[in-house]
């Protein structure tokens, strides 16, 4: 794999050997999926919309039929209609840092500054014009009123979900029905949730895990190399214990014959642990029983590292095991709910970008640059018209010039944001090479990123990452020659 694809990148200085304590996310943090996950939590959620009251309604039927009336003629009213079980997941629609508008319907790409990506406005699956846009906000830029009414789709999974609130709300635009916008965010979200909490995406998975498990040799290597150098590891996440332990299972059967001991890697291991409440609340740690599936009556004043621990709280735990501030490196992919709350709390954190990848290879590809050079040089030559030439001084063929300009501009920037994604572009910058509003995230709570924690394995456990001093954008953004990238 190219080098550079493999870096970590850096926010905040950081020395790695003041850090003693590596703590791990699971989902898109040591375990990675395939592309069919966001099709089965599309394919589950919007069932779920549609047969969510069917269900509900044949529970209430044993002695209820009266009351079932009633309830059904309301409930009726609000079931998701069986032509909406015939929508598919579309991978080339959406990207991760999206912003939906409970208020209007729109889902939006923003860039640093908190303004609408003019070409990346869409409601439903309609992008939306410059003009409509500005019909719709007054300006392109989202100040702090309108700015409570946005919700941020910031995770791995957030793909299902940004393209089943899309095609809900076209849905409807299509059967020129009224609807509430943030109704239809509430309904898709709390779908989406309940196919995770209920553990049906978590079945589904484990009962076809060669088909959404990506094996890694190497991540194994790294977790041993931190063991052998004696640094201590934890595990917190949201999900259940058995499917954590069945994924880790199978990710790690084939590497070194370490297939059902993982546990011996890990000092503490707490499992639905809410975040990102458990970085706020003050919920009591409970030990879990895998055998038996329940939880222990007992106070837990210490981790053992054979048992398995549930929900808990940061507070809790900085008391018990005495790891605090800067000795303590947090991973995850989440930039709110996994890394905002350890940030607060003086931990160092590194932010698991999957996607970084591809993006640092198109980036970096002959094609690309040569388009984005080709844009500025553009946009160079269109400031200095409008500087010299005022507009009752232009001629026609100074205005045939202008358009022309203008066209060729755009047709760069179109060729540019395609080879990102059809839709929205690159995820980290704007189609005109601003930085987007989720690289404003990463620099707010990651001090460092990278596209997997085994990418660690190429540095020394002391080195010393330092940020680049002639940086423009984000760190990755440091142009490098494209023989680099071939194999």
Same mark, same amino acid.
């Given at each position: 794999?190219?080098?550079?694809?493999?870096?970590?990148?850096?926010? *905040?200085?950081?020395?790695?050997? @003041?850090?003693?304590?590596?703590?791990?996310?699971?989902?898109?943090?040591?375990?990675?999926?395939?592309?069919?996950?966001?099709?089965?939590?599309?394919?589950? =959620?919007? *069932?779920? %919309?549609?047969?969510?009251?069917?269900?509900?309604? #044949? &529970?209430?039927?044993?002695?209820?039929?009266?009351?079932?009336?009633?309830?059904?003629?309301?409930?009726?009213?609000?079931?998701?209609?069986?032509?909406?079980?015939?929508?598919?997941?579309?991978?080339?629609?959406?990207?991760?840092?999206?912003?939906?508008?409970?208020?209007?319907?729109?889902?939006? *790409?923003?860039?640093?500054?908190?303004?609408?990506?003019?070409?990346?406005?869409?409601?439903?699956?309609?992008?939306?014009?410059?003009?409509?846009?500005?019909?719709?906000?007054?300006?392109?830029?989202?100040?702090?009123?309108?700015?409570?009414?946005?919700?941020?789709? %910031?995770?791995?999974?957030?793909?299902?979900?940004?393209?089943?609130?899309?095609?809900?709300?076209?849905?409807?635009?299509?059967?020129?029905?009224?609807?509430?916008?943030?109704?239809?965010?509430?309904?898709?979200?709390?779908?989406? /949730?309940?196919?995770?909490?209920?553990? +049906?995406?978590?079945?589904?998975?484990?009962?076809?895990?060669?088909?959404?498990?990506?094996?890694?040799? /190497?991540?194994?290597?790294?977790? $041993? %190399?931190?063991?052998?150098?004696? &640094?201590?590891?934890?595990?917190?996440? @949201?999900?259940?214990?058995?499917?954590?332990?069945?994924? %880790?299972?199978?990710?790690?059967?084939?590497?070194?014959?370490?297939?059902?001991?993982?546990?011996?890697?890990?000092?503490?291991?707490?499992?639905? =642990?809410?975040?990102?409440?458990?970085?706020?609340?003050?919920?009591?740690?409970?030990?879990?029983?895998?055998?038996?599936? @329940? +939880?222990?009556?007992?106070?837990?004043?210490?981790?053992?590292?054979?048992?398995?621990?549930?929900?808990?709280?940061?507070?809790?735990?900085?008391?018990?095991?005495?790891?605090?501030?800067?000795?303590?490196?947090?991973?995850?992919?989440?930039?709110?709910?996994?890394?905002?709350?350890?940030?607060? #709390?003086?931990?160092?954190?590194?932010?698991?970008?999957?996607?970084?990848?591809?993006?640092?290879?198109?980036?970096?590809?002959?094609?690309?640059?040569?388009?984005?050079?080709?844009?500025?040089?553009?946009?160079?030559?269109?400031?200095?018209?409008?500087?010299?030439?005022?507009?009752?001084? $232009?001629?026609?063929?100074?205005?045939?010039?202008?358009?022309?300009?203008?066209?060729?501009?755009?047709?760069?920037?179109?060729?540019? *944001?395609?080879?990102?994604?059809?839709?929205?572009? #690159?995820?980290?910058?704007?189609?005109?090479? /601003?930085?987007?509003?989720?690289?404003?995230?990463?620099? /707010?709570? #990651?001090?460092?990123?990278?596209?997997?924690?085994?990418?660690?394995?190429?540095?020394?456990?002391?080195?010393?990452?330092?940020?680049?001093?002639?940086? &423009?954008?984000?760190?990755?953004?440091? &142009?490098?020659?494209?023989?680099?990238?071939?194999?």
């Amino acid at each position: 794999m190219m080098i550079l694809c493999l870096g970590i990148y850096v926010n *905040k200085n950081l020395r790695l050997d @003041n850090i003693q304590v590596y703590g791990f996310d699971y989902d898109y943090t040591l375990a990675h999926y395939s592309s069919h996950l966001q099709s089965l939590i599309y394919d589950l =959620a919007k *069932k779920h %919309m549609v047969n969510e009251v069917k269900s509900l309604l #044949a &529970k209430l039927v044993l002695g209820l039929s009266i009351v079932l009336r009633i309830i059904g003629c309301w409930f009726s009213q609000f079931r998701y209609p069986d032509v909406c079980t015939q929508f598919e997941y579309d991978p080339t629609f959406p990207i991760r840092g999206l912003y939906y508008d409970k208020l209007k319907g729109c889902l939006m *790409k923003l860039d640093f500054f908190g303004s609408i990506e003019p070409d990346g406005c869409y409601f439903g699956r309609r992008k939306l014009s410059r003009k409509e846009i500005e019909s719709m906000y007054g300006t392109r830029h989202i100040g702090r009123d309108q700015a409570r009414g946005l919700v941020g789709l %910031m995770d791995f999974f957030c793909f299902s979900e940004a393209c089943l609130i899309a095609d809900m709300v076209q849905y409807f635009v299509d059967a020129k029905l009224e609807f509430d916008a943030s109704n239809i965010y509430n309904d898709v979200n709390r779908a989406i /949730q309940h196919v995770h909490r209920s553990g +049906l995406v978590h079945r589904g998975i484990l009962a076809d895990p060669n088909r959404y498990l990506l094996k890694n040799g /190497q991540l194994l290597r790294f977790l $041993r %190399m931190l063991k052998d150098k004696g &640094k201590k590891l934890f595990l917190l996440t @949201n999900s259940p214990y058995n499917f954590v332990d069945g994924g %880790m299972r199978f990710l790690m059967e084939e590497s070194f014959g370490f297939g059902d001991s993982w546990r011996e890697l890990f000092d503490v291991v707490i499992a639905k =642990a809410n975040k990102p409440e458990f970085y706020t609340s003050e919920h009591p740690f409970r030990c879990y029983d895998s055998e038996r599936d @329940n +939880l222990a009556f007992t106070k837990v004043d210490a981790f053992d590292p054979k048992k398995v621990y549930y929900h808990g709280c940061l507070k809790s735990f900085l008391e018990i095991t005495k790891w605090h501030g800067p000795e303590v490196i947090y991973f995850g992919d989440h930039l709110f709910s996994d890394l905002r709350g350890p940030s607060k #709390a003086g931990w160092r954190t590194a932010a698991i970008i999957h996607e970084l990848e591809r993006e640092i290879q198109i980036q970096n590809d002959d094609s690309y640059r040569f388009e984005q050079a080709k844009f500025h040089i553009i946009q160079e030559l269109l400031g200095r018209f409008h500087a010299t030439v005022s507009n009752n001084q $232009r001629s026609e063929a100074c205005q045939s010039l202008l358009d022309e300009l203008n066209n060729a501009r755009q047709r760069a920037r179109d060729t540019m *944001k395609q080879m990102f994604n059809r839709s929205f572009g #690159a995820t980290f910058v704007t189609d005109t090479g /601003q930085e987007s509003a989720f690289s404003y995230h990463i620099h /707010q709570y #990651a001090d460092v990123y990278t596209s997997k924690p085994e990418n660690f394995l190429l540095y020394r456990p002391e080195a010393w990452l330092h940020v680049p001093y002639d940086i &423009k954008i984000m760190p990755h953004h440091v &142009k490098v020659a494209s023989t680099l990238f071939k194999t």
